[in-house]
């Protein structure tokens, strides 16, 4: 083993779900030794036909307790890691390093009443993973889980989230969450129309959760399109809730990702 082999593992690929045509999920195998907490990500490598191995992060979907670990992707034109990524079947071999990475967990916080999760796209990830460790539902009173898509065709892991509050182990803490699915390109059923920045000026996105946002009880993360997590967090800084620091703890914690 090289000096730089001893830093990864490799995972074989178990399972790979397309939910559209640039959106898919896959499944591998996990080293008995990796730890992470629910919300971190780890830095995923695919060998290329020259050798050369291409890395990006992604957080995982799967819980700290699975004997799996699972990621959402998207695929991106010719992208150099995803055209690699989307390619991959089962059977194939992932690269996994085994340190996890990433601050946006619950350790970030203070207790609060409410937990409010704003996912766009793949950003929906983390997300996963923390509501699927138990945690945050004995944490906090309320759970709200807000994910944007483009389309209703977009919105992957509805039978997880459906069926989530009614786990064995969370079955008494079930009723704290409201989930609410957004779609921007299209009006349904069920779904609220718009973006999050929008919903969350007019005020429509605390009226669906029933729910008001500040900062003695709320409690944020934002994981998604940058461009949104920045627009979102001057929206939430005007209500006075901050970015929470190390040398500061605030009501906001933020992942950029697609």
């Not at 766009?120 to 309320?142: C, K, M, N, V, Y």
């Not at 409690?219 to 949104?228: A, E, H, T, W």
Request: charge should be neutral.
């Amino acid at each position: 083993m090289t000096a730089s082999e001893d830093k990864f593992t490799c995972q074989t690929l178990t399972e790979v779900k397309v939910w559209s045509p640039t959106l898919f999920s896959l499944r591998c195998t996990r080293e008995r030794g990796f730890r992470f907490r629910a919300g971190q990500f780890a830095r995923l490598g695919v060998r290329k036909a020259s050798g050369c191995i291409v890395w990006r992060a992604y957080s995982m979907v799967s819980a700290p307790h699975d004997e799996f670990l699972e990621f959402f992707s998207i695929v991106v034109p010719g992208g150099e890691f995803t055209s690699e990524l989307s390619r991959l079947k089962a059977g194939d071999t992932l690269l996994v390093d085994r340190q996890p990475f990433g601050f946006l967990t619950l350790e970030r916080f203070a207790d609060g009443r409410d937990l409010w999760l704003l996912g766009t796209g793949t950003g929906l990830a983390p997300f996963l993973s923390i509501l699927q460790d138990f945690e945050a539902w004995q944490r906090f009173e309320r759970i709200v889980l807000v994910y944007s898509a483009r389309t209703a065709s977009e919105l992957a892991y509805q039978q997880l989230i459906e069926e989530l509050p009614r786990r064995d182990y969370l079955a008494e803490y079930g009723h704290k969450l409201t989930y609410l699915p957004t779609v921007t390109r299209e009006q349904l059923p069920g779904t609220l129309h718009g973006r999050v920045t929008t919903l969350l000026a007019t005020g429509e996105l605390e009226c669906a959760a029933g729910l008001a946002l500040a900062p003695a009880h709320s409690r944020i993360m934002l994981c998604g399109n940058p461009q949104m997590i920045e627009d979102t967090r001057q929206l939430l800084k005007a209500r006075d809730l901050q970015l929470s620091l190390t040398r500061r703890p605030g009501q906001v914690a933020v992942e950029n990702y697609w």
